[in-house]
């Protein structure tokens, strides 16, 4: 009895993954904190690209992304993150936890 509840129970971990990963990247400009602003979204919370990055204004360049949806196993997130402001292009790996901690790793680039 015991089996058969942990295989419901990864079921339903895996149904609410798949949920979750379908989520439009839409969903991600409506709880931006203030004064950041995305323009030109499509795909997905997990994988998308953004036409425009704003900051207070100020257009920082297209954005992409591509998470890895596994490392919320560990209670983290982690995503590939890539920035592309006029004449330059500038990538990292991104991760934290759900307290606001963050980590950048590999971060490589140029910019004007």
Same mark, same amino acid.
């Given at each position: ?7 419901? #129970? ?10 979750? #990963?379908?989520? =439009?990247?839409?969903? %991600?400009?409506?709880?931006? =904190?203030?004064? %950041?602003?995305?323009? @030109? /979204? *499509?795909?997905?919370?997990? *994988? !998308? ?13 297209? /954005?992409?992304? *591509?998470?890895? =949806?596994?490392?919320?196993? /560990? ?6 993150? !890539?920035?592309? =402001?006029?004449? +330059? ?5 991104? *991760? +934290?936890?759900? #307290? !606001? ?7 490589? @680039?140029?910019?004007?």
């Amino acid at each position: 009895m015991a089996k058969r509840g942990a295989y419901v #129970a990864a079921g339903l971990a895996a149904f609410l993954v798949f949920l979750i #990963a379908m989520v =439009p990247a839409s969903q %991600v400009a409506r709880r931006l =904190p203030s004064g %950041v602003a995305l323009d @030109g /979204l *499509s795909g997905t919370i997990w *994988s !998308g690209h953004a036409r425009t990055l704003a900051m207070d204004g100020r257009s920082l360049g297209a /954005l992409n992304w *591509s998470c890895r =949806p596994w490392r919320l196993v /560990l209670l983290e997130w982690s995503c590939r993150i !890539g920035l592309q =402001p006029a004449g +330059g292009e500038m990538t990292g790996d991104f *991760s +934290g936890d759900f #307290a !606001g901690n963050l980590i950048g790793r590999g971060i490589r @680039g140029t910019a004007p």
